[in-house]
């Protein structure tokens, strides 16, 4: 009598189906969560770039005896919040012994959603939701500046946070 072995090759179509409707439906359940949570946080992104620099300019206005930025001019702003100033605001790249207060923030920060994202310029001609910049500073705070009023997951518009 011979031996005869029962020897498998491969896999059978059944198998196959049932490993793909598995991983279809771990699929399913995962994607959404793991999109939701990138939305999420560009969401939150968006709120610490704000808080950071409301944070900035609210340090400026108090070692500036009480006056805000500049409201006059974007760049003004700009330079205020990134360059040392002296207690009147003028603005220079150098640490002096009059330019004693600032730098605020390294840089400007990018519009991390919307569609101004990437934008990290700043406009003051608004009200925020104008125009291509990243942000709307009104003289006493900053906004996202976003004109087309996208909203974020729980429906809040981008330019009112």
Do not use: C
């Amino acid at each position: 009598m011979r031996n005869h072995r029962n020897t498998r090759n491969g896999f059978t179509l059944i198998e196959l189906v049932v490993v793909v409707v598995i991983i279809a439906i771990i699929a399913a359940i995962a994607i959404p969560k793991m999109s939701r949570g990138s939305a999420g946080a560009a969401d939150s992104a968006v709120a610490q770039n704000l808080s950071t620099m409301r944070a900035a300019i609210e340090l400026y206005q108090t070692e500036h005896g009480g006056t805000y930025p500049s409201a006059t001019s974007a760049a003004t702003f700009v330079s205020q919040m990134t360059t040392y100033t002296d207690a009147s605001g003028a603005a220079q790249a150098t640490k002096d012994t009059t330019h004693i207060y600032g730098p605020y923030l390294k840089a400007i920060p990018t519009l991390p959603v919307g569609t101004n994202k990437g934008l990290s310029t700043v406009t003051i001609t608004g009200p925020a939701g104008t125009g291509a910049f990243g942000w709307y500073y009104d003289g006493t705070t900053v906004w996202a500046n976003d004109p087309a009023g996208d909203v974020d997951v729980k429906t809040t518009a981008y330019n009112t946070y």
